[in-house]
Nanobody, 122 residues
């Protein structure tokens, strides 16, 4: 089974920092890409940041310069360091992994964690 477990969310004041972790139940070498998405109440889920096995990264314009995605392959974990947090960053943050995994078919699939709440107070 593929499981992604997020942690590190919480309540923080504007301007503060949080580090989110996404622990995978298998080697993250299995995945072509991993990343973070977020969804605020009444809004569509949006991409926050992604990273590939080749090391490339991609960020939403709204978080560039403030958020950093990284990975620890030995720990099967992807991180999202969030600095200079703003109230508009408040959302449920979900970990995503994409790849071909034995037992899940021939083509890449998306896997999702349960999400972790990030609340930024003004």
């Amino acid at each position: 089974q593929v499981q992604l477990v997020e942690s590190g969310g919480g309540l923080v004041q504007a301007g503060g920092s949080l580090r989110l972790s996404c622990a995978a139940s298998r080697s993250i070498f299995s995945f072509n890409a991993m990343g973070w998405y977020r969804q605020a109440p009444g809004k569509q889920r949006e991409l926050v940041a992604t990273t590939t096995g080749a090391g490339s990264t991609n960020y939403a314009d709204s978080v560039k310069g403030r958020f950093t995605i990284s990975r620890d392959n030995a720990a099967n974990t992807v991180y999202l360091q969030m600095n200079s947090l703003k109230p508009e960053d408040t959302a449920v943050y979900s970990c995503n992994a994409k790849g071909v995994v034995p037992g899940y078919g021939f083509y890449p699939k998306n896997f999702w964690g349960q999400g972790t709440q990030v609340t930024v107070s003004s």
